[in-house]
């Protein structure tokens, strides 16, 4: 099955801005849907962003206007660019191939380990 690679985390203050990389190894360009995911300590999982192949991204309301997401399928990579950092992003961020149905994104890979971001004066 696909794995899935997470990196890019660190210790940020606020405002802060870090670019999160995922590395599937299947290419990106055979996946139609792929999703960040991130969970804060004691916290649900939160799907954050899709990238849908050749449709417009998706963001949840928490971090519209600061999060993109786009791929790079000549690199085989996943990118969550993540700005105007607040405490509350605080979290492990995950990657992961979604998929819809039953009106609602799916993941459909196992789980990576995941990349810590902390957000923090």
């Known amino acids: 099955q696909v794995q899935l690679v997470e990196s890019g985390g660190d210790l940020v203050q606020p405002g802060g801005s870090l670019r999160l990389s995922c590395l599937p190894s299947?290419?990106?360009?055979?996946?139609?849907?792929m999703g960040w995911y991130r969970q804060g300590l004691g916290k649900e999982l939160e799907l954050v962003a899709i990238n849908e192949d050749r449709g417009s991204p998706t963001y949840a309301d928490s971090v519209k206007g600061r999060f993109t997401v786009s791929r790079d399928s000549s690199k085989n990579m996943v990118y969550l660019q993540v700005d105007s950092l607040r405490p509350e992003d605080t979290g492990v961020y995950f990657c992961?191939?979604?998929?819809?149905?039953?009106?609602?994104?799916?993941?459909?890979?196992?789980w990576g380990h995941g990349t810590q971001v902390t957000v923090s004066s």
């Open positions: 299947e290419s990106p360009s055979e996946i139609y849907a």
């Open positions: 992961n191939e979604v998929t819809w149905y039953d009106g609602a994104w799916h993941p459909t890979l196992n």
